[in-house]
């Protein structure tokens, strides 16, 4: 059975970095496209990032443009948010998604079959 499990989270200042990392168990993730959504306290499940299955194509939620970069590497079974300029909004669970291919390729969490847990980021003013 798929399972999805996401590090890397902590506490960090303003203006600092983390890498997120979402590891994949139980079969091949490279035939999938994988999100990045975050929830904040009260506030529902929002879109931040998504890599195609082939890791030729990204997309980003605005509010992350030009700090955050996804990454994949299809070898370790394992993508990668990196998160830098991080700001007190960006203070959220973490969740990574995968899904089969262009399906899944998608800023709607319904697209997404598989999810991880949730990681736990929180950025100090």
């Known amino acids: 059975q798929r399972q999805l499990v996401e590090s890397g989270g902590g506490l960090v200042q303003a203006g600092g970095s983390l890498r997120l990392s979402c590891a994949a168990s139980g079969r091949t993730f490279s035939t999938d496209s994988v999100g990045w959504f975050r929830q904040a306290p009260g506030k529902g499940r929002l879109f931040v990032a998504v890599?195609?299955?082939?890791?030729?194509?990204?997309y980003y939620a605005d509010s992350v443009k030009g700090r955050f970069t996804i990454s994949r590497d299809n070898g370790k079974n394992t993508v990668y948010l990196q998160m830098n300029s991080l700001k007190p909004e960006d203070t959220a669970i973490y969740y990574c998604?995968?899904?089969?291919?262009?399906?899944?390729?998608?800023?709607?969490?319904?697209?997404?079959?598989?999810w991880g847990q949730g990681t736990q980021v929180t950025v100090s003013s």
């Open positions: 890599i195609r299955w082939t890791g030729d194509s990204t």
């Open positions: 998604a995968a899904g089969a291919g262009l399906k899944a390729y998608s800023t709607y969490a319904t697209a997404y079959d598989y």
